[in-house]
T-cell receptor, first 114, second 112 residues
Framework: GAGVSQSPSNKVTEKGKDVELRCDPI?????LYWYRQRLGQGLEFLIY????????KSGLPSDRFSAERTGESVSTLTIQRTQQEDSAVYLC????????????FGPGTRLTVL | DAKTTQPNSMESNEEEPVHLPCNHS???????IHWYRQLPSQGPEYVIH???SNVNNRMASLAIAEDRKSSTLILHRATLRDAAVYYC?????????????FGKGTLLTVNP
């Protein structure tokens, strides 16, 4: 079946602009996660959704970052007033249930802030 | 969080076995050992996990030391497609274990 998809695959924006990154999880997966991966670095947790609610937003770096999930499906990560340090690959993952052994990752969105 | 230590890089030849080590000397009794890998320009991919006993699946084998302070991911016959960064992580059986936190992992190069 279809895996996790993310769009756009690449986004170049100017400092100060807002961006929206989209994630389509695997159908039927109740848990959805956003991560950030800076160049040459490991994975950094941002936020987790169980259904449409976000029990854990502890990884969001600042109030410029927000995320929502609708219909227990699509999720959007929004970054307002982007800064150069926001440049990274933003990865979305989903799992059948929270704490599932396996998280399925999308290909990521590469964000470049000029 | 319990930490893991992996070599920065390893090299192998195609069709030979590869043993990727991971040290986790501060592992707790409720920590599972998970391995993910990340191929170039792709998202991470689950490989295998275990608690105490050795584990096998279609992708790899996981050998866990008796004291659980180290483990080894074994690829029985490396292919060019196995060239990736391999991450060894510990996940507690409870709490906020849904947060995957990767370090820098081991970059595996497979030579034809």
């Amino acid at each position: 079946g279809a895996g996790v998809s993310q769009s756009p695959s690449n986004k170049v924006t100017e400092k100060g602009k807002d961006v929206e990154l989209r994630c389509d999880p695997i159908s039927g997966h109740t848990a959805l996660y956003w991560y950030r991966q800076r160049l040459g670095q490991g994975l950094e947790f941002l936020i987790y959704f169980q259904g449409n609610s976000a029990p854990d937003k502890s990884g969001l770096p600042s109030d410029r970052f927000s995320a929502e999930r609708t219909g227990e499906s699509v999720s959007t990560l929004t970054i307002q007033r982007t800064q150069q340090e926001d440049s990274a690959v933003y990865l979305c993952a989903s799992s059948l249930v929270y704490r599932d052994n396996e998280q399925f990752f999308g290909p990521g969105t590469r964000l470049t802030v000029l | 969080d319990a930490k893991t230590t992996q070599p920065n890089s390893m090299e192998s030849n195609e069709e030979e076995p590869v043993h990727l080590p991971c040290n986790h000397s501060t592992i707790s009794g409720t920590d599972y050992i998970h391995w993910y890998r990340q191929l170039p320009s792709q998202g991470p991919e689950y490989v295998i996990h275990g608690l105490t006993s050795n584990v096998n699946n279609r992708m790899a084998s996981l050998a866990i030391a008796e004291d659980r302070k180290s483990s080894t991911l074994i690829l029985h016959r490396a292919t060019l497609r196995d060239a990736a960064v391999y991450y060894c992580i510990l996940r507690d059986s409870g709490g906020s274990n849904y947060k995957l936190t990767f370090g820098k992992g081991t970059l595996l190069t497979v030579n034809p």
